[in-house]
């Protein structure tokens, strides 16, 4: 009797070991699925990038067709000239909202601002461009870096809002309440207690916004539209990564295409740079807790 | 007896959240320096009573009050009563110890003052070492000021919250279930907190410990089911209790 239990345990038990190791390889399959096109375009970009990436990549103007050599350097600027406009207007709009919607989103106003923000993360950034060039291009009858800067502000601020909801959330109400016990008014508690101890996730929102809108280009097409030149004004078409890499990777030019090789692998590495001090800043905040 | 100076006068007070009223006509007078100790079963509206006389239970959603509760003869509930200001004069001890995560020691005592506006350096460091040798942490935190409050022991991190309650200077403290998330040794000294800290604050804490009760306090009230059944010196109220429910309670018969 004994005997018979034991063997059928014995074969319960290893049933469960091959199941265990199925799960395990299936698991493990999934993540290299994940992992692998990853990689594929990491490495194809990193080889056809680095040929073109030197010196004068940084410092020079684009070159003039049949021409080899130049660089990006203008857009480059430009690129951060447009993404620090859309984060200048970004980052206050989203961190406000994001602050309204957690500590005082009740209402009919919060229920109608939080599903506009839902609906806005999701419109595609074509559309947001568009709206930008009927609203402010076609009036100035001018590309300009407002008007980029503007359409990524656009595309930026829905994703802070609901980052800094979502990590304001997370700071427990008696946190708020002890704040408010200790006689301090709320807007108070809000801002030296509950936003105070949420920077770092808050900040970790912004990076991954600006990653995000870092590497637009639709709605720079036909906003800030792209110069060949430094840029010179606000009010003027400005230049921008995204943009030239996309103007040089249509081109018939064997030259250009190694260019927007390099521009695309430097845009890639400072994405991955974005992303990964973000994740960093996190990581040192929750491990700062206990 | 020369009759102390009242400070609380609560005059049927009623509370509750949506259609459910949970506090049901509570009156007591409490005076300058009294230790009131509030027990009763869980869920028989402790809690809730003494949030309403901080005016904390108004952040509740859906919760309402009814009548009077006034502090040195001001009702708390009056039209134009700032809950702000009655807040900076009732502070408050919670069950769990809260310090807010991401400021240091210091900057958790300080809080009270500094984010309301009160920046003289000198000042403030004179009034966080003094409330926290007051609530008897300063020997062990003082020479790690700087780190996370939050890196404390619990039963450091109550008297922490304690020394940023003494630090705005209310006239009453208002204690829920203090040492309930503790464990004995960190218990007895906060009791032991308590008691020195009665000499200059009017105290009310609610415990659901009655050995507590009858240790500390000199005052207790017995709630059952959101009513006020017996108040009265804590010895007699132990010993010779008017009420039967309270002998129920006491004796260990329900709760
Ligand atoms: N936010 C709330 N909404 C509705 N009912 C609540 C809420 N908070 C507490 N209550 C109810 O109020 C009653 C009293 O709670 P409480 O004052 O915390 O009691 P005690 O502190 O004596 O244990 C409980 O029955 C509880 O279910
Ligand atoms: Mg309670």
Redesign the pocket.
């Known amino acids: 009797m004994k005997g018979i239990h034991s063997s059928f345990m014995l074969e319960l038990s290893a049933g469960r070991k091959v199941r265990n190791c199925a799960a395990q390889i299936l698991i493990s399959l999934a993540a290299l699925l994940a992992i692998v096109p990853l990689v594929f375009v990491f490495v194809h970009v990193i080889k056809s990038g680095m040929p073109a990436l030197n010196l004068a990549f940084f410092t020079s103007l684009p070159s003039p067709v049949g021409q080899s050599g130049g660089g990006m350097a203008n857009s480059l600027i430009g690129s951060l000239i447009l993404v620090v406009f859309g984060t200048v207007i970004g980052i206050p709009i989203g961190v406000f909202g994001g602050v309204f919607l957690s500590e005082y989103g009740k209402g009919k106003i919060a229920f109608f601002m939080r599903f506009s923000v839902d609906l806005l993360t999701s419109v595609p950034s074509i559309v947001v461009g568009l709206y930008i060039y009927s609203m402010v291009v076609v009036p100035t009858k001018t590309f300009s870096a407002y008007a980029g800067g503007l359409a990524l502000s656009i595309l930026m601020f829905p994703f802070v809002v609901k980052t800094t909801e979502e990590v304001l959330r997370l700071i427990p109400q008696h946190i708020r309440e002890a704040g408010l016990a200790l006689g301090i008014p709320r807007w108070r508690v809000i801002v030296s207690i509950v936003l105070k101890g949420a920077i770092p996730s808050v900040t970790t929102g912004i990076l991954l916004g600006i990653a995000r809108i870092a590497g637009e280009t639709a709605p720079l097409l036909f906003t800030a539209f792209g110069n060949r030149f430094w840029p010179h004004g606000l009010n003027e078409p400005m230049p921008s990564l995204p943009v030239q890499i996309y103007s040089y990777a249509i081109s018939p030019f064997e030259e250009w295409h190694k260019q927007a090789w390099a521009g695309a692998l430097l845009l890639m590495s400072m994405v991955f740079l974005f992303n990964l001090v973000a994740r960093l800043l996190l990581f040192r905040d929750k491990s700062g807790h206990n | 007896m020369v009759q102390k100076e009242l400070v609380l006068s609560i005059k049927d007070l009623h509370a509750g959240?949506?259609s459910?009223e949970?506090v049901k006509g509570i009156s007591m007078d409490i005076h300058r320096q009294d230790l009131v100790a509030l027990i009763?079963p869980?869920?028989?509206?402790?809690?809730?009573?003494l949030r309403c006389l901080n005016r904390l239970h108004e952040e509740?959603e859906?919760a309402w009050v009814r009548g009077k509760a006034e502090l040195f003869q001001q009702d708390l509930y009056e039209r134009g009563a700032d809950p702000v200001e009655i807040r900076s004069k009732i502070g408050m001890v919670f069950q769990k110890p809260n310090p807010f995560p991401s400021m240091s020691i210091y900057d958790n005592v300080a809080a009270g003052l500094t984010i309301r506006g009160i920046k003289k350096r000198s000042y403030v460091a004179d009034v966080v070492e003094y409330c926290l040798k007051q609530a008897a942490l300063w020997e062990e935190v003082k020479d790690k000021l700087k780190a996370p409050g939050t890196s404390l022991s619990g039963g450091q991190q109550q008297r922490l919250c304690i020394a940023r309650t003494l630090a705005i200077n209310p006239p009453v403290i208002l204690m829920d279930e203090p040492t309930s998330a503790l464990d004995p040794i960190s218990t007895a000294k906060i009791e032991e907190l308590i008691t020195e800290l009665r000499k200059q604050v009017t105290i009310i804490i609610?415990t659901h410990n009655m050995q507590q009760a009858a240790r500390i306090s000199d005052k207790t009230a017995f709630?059952l089911l959101g009513e006020l059944i017996e108040y009265g010196a804590t010895s007699e109220v132990f010993t010779t209790p008017r009420e039967k429910k309270t002998e129920s309670y006491i004796t260990g018969r329900f709760g």
């Open positions: 959240f949506g459910a949970i009763g869980s869920g028989c509206g402790k809690s809730t009573f509740t859906g609610v709630f």
